[in-house]
């Protein structure tokens, strides 16, 4: 359980809201998993009113249902999820990188060197949590760079969700390889000005994403079988 800071911000339950999150998103809260209110509650030092209320925001975006006389669980997506949440993530992405390309200025253009700079470096290192880390920040800044709010509303909505694979893809042999190849084609295009290559590069960055997580899927099942 997480350490019994205090929580501090606009109000209580929106700090245990942003912290439940967090724990999701880092699976420390694992999918399908029931939340014991009672030990959190004690971990944090607060009353379950304002996790309950914390729960009900979660619930509402989507990352936990609450199930009557059980209590809130973690939602796990499916296969079937995975195959109509990363085509429609790969047109959203793909239309931030587009107009992130013709919005960006050259700082900005210096901040996504700096972050790919990063992401090299924890690909030669093979380590996924930097990488997944640092690549999230990446498509967040191209998402910011774009600056239509209605394309960062729709995309940071459904970002949460893609999230909760927390890029597992990653763990497939190889991938962390060819994502930072993919990213080094995206990059090269924004430094270019080319809007429209740099949106290519980032829908089939999304869909080769989907492609590595189905094929780690069947490699885990055959693994299973085999044992």
Same mark, same amino acid.
């Not at 295009?189 to 492609?211: F, G, S, T, V």
């Given at each position: 359980?997480?350490?019994?800071?205090?929580?501090r911000?606009?109000?209580?339950?929106?700090?245990?809201?942003?912290?439940?999150?967090?724990?999701?998103?880092?699976?420390e809260?694992s999918?399908?998993?029931?939340i014991d209110?009672?030990?959190?509650?004690?971990?944090w030092?607060?009353?379950?009113?304002?996790?309950?209320?914390?729960?009900?925001v979660?619930?509402?975006?989507?990352?936990?249902?609450?199930?009557?006389r059980?209590?809130?669980?973690?939602?796990?997506?499916?296969d079937?999820d995975?195959?109509?949440?990363?085509?429609?993530?790969a047109?959203?992405?793909?239309?931030c990188?587009?107009e992130?390309?013709? /919005?960006?200025?050259?700082?900005?253009?210096? *901040?996504?060197r700096? #972050?790919?700079?990063? %992401?090299? $470096?924890? =690909? @030669?290192?093979?380590?996924i949590?930097?990488?997944?880390?640092?690549?999230?920040?990446?498509?967040s800044?191209v998402?910011?760079?774009a600056?239509?709010?209605?394309?960062?509303?729709v995309?940071?909505?459904?970002?949460?969700?893609?999230?909760?694979?927390?890029?597992?893809?990653?763990?497939?042999p190889? /991938?962390?390889?060819?994502?930072?190849?993919? *990213?080094?084609v995206? #990059?090269?295009?924004? %430094?270019? $000005?080319? =809007? @429209?290559?740099?949106?290519?590069?980032?829908?089939?960055?999304?869909?080769?994403?989907?492609a590595?997580?189905?094929?780690?899927?069947r490699?885990?099942?055959?693994?299973?079988?085999?044992?």
């Amino acid at each position: 359980m997480a350490d019994p800071i205090p929580l501090r911000g606009t109000s209580l339950h929106d700090g245990v809201a942003a912290r439940l999150r967090t724990m999701v998103f880092d699976r420390e809260l694992s999918p399908g998993a029931f939340i014991d209110e009672l030990a959190l509650a004690e971990a944090w030092q607060i009353s379950r009113t304002p996790l309950r209320e914390a729960l009900k925001v979660l619930a509402a975006e989507g990352i936990v249902e609450l199930v009557p006389r059980r209590g809130a669980r973690v939602i796990e997506l499916t296969d079937a999820d995975a195959e109509q949440l990363f085509p429609v993530m790969a047109m959203l992405e793909g239309r931030c990188a587009l107009e992130a390309t013709q /919005r960006a200025s050259d700082d900005d253009l210096l *901040h996504l060197r700096r #972050l790919h700079d990063q %992401l090299e $470096r924890h =690909a @030669a290192a093979h380590d996924i949590d930097g990488y997944y880390r640092v690549n999230h920040d990446f498509h967040s800044f191209v998402q910011q760079l774009a600056a239509n709010r209605w394309l960062d509303r729709v995309t940071k909505d459904l970002r949460r969700f893609m999230r909760l694979w927390r890029g597992r893809q990653l763990q497939l042999p190889g /991938r962390i390889e060819a994502s930072i190849n993919e *990213h080094r084609v995206l #990059l090269d295009a924004i %430094l270019q $000005r080319d =809007a @429209a290559r740099a949106e290519r590069a980032m829908h089939d960055h999304l869909m080769a994403q989907l492609a590595a997580l189905k094929a780690l899927q069947r490699r885990e099942k055959k693994q299973k079988h085999r044992a």
